[in-house]
């Protein structure tokens, strides 16, 4: 009913800069929080960024200062400017959205993930 698809993710060399993109689509009444997780071989899942429908924005220690989170509510689309990358950046990277599709009602979705790869 509801897809989220990742785009933008490469290999970027250390100090480089990459921009995810996240489009929402289906039957969407509404979108909630919108945000971005990632994770790493070995490593459990971990909160990026996220961002309010309001526009109030969340960001894990490690990226603060250096990713900046978006979206725009008319086009349900979440984005993800990631400038000064380092290796430890390197993971898959997954949106998530809080929706409410108008035939089951409140849903959490998740995209298929995109690779990003720091190294020079």
């Known amino acids: 009913q509801v897809q989220l698809v990742e785009s933008g993710g490469g290999l970027v060399q250390p100090g480089g800069s990459l921009r995810l993109s996240c489009v929402a689509s289906?039957?969407?009444?509404?979108?909630?929080?919108m945000g971005w997780y990632r994770q790493a071989p070995g490593k459990q899942r971990e909160l990026v960024a996220t961002?309010?429908?309001?526009?109030?924005?969340n960001y894990a220690d490690s990226v603060k200062g250096r990713f900046t989170v978006s979206r725009d509510n008319a086009k349900n689309t979440v984005s993800l400017q990631m400038n000064s990358l380092k290796p430890e950046d390197t993971a898959v990277y997954y949106c998530?959205?809080?929706?409410?599709?108008?035939?089951?009602?409140?849903?959490?979705?998740w995209g298929q993930g995109t690779l990003v790869t720091v190294s020079s």
């Open positions: 998530n959205a809080g929706v409410v599709v108008t035939t089951l009602g409140p849903l959490e979705v």
């Open positions: 289906g039957s969407i009444f509404r979108t909630n929080t």
């Open positions: 961002i309010t429908r309001g526009g109030n924005t």
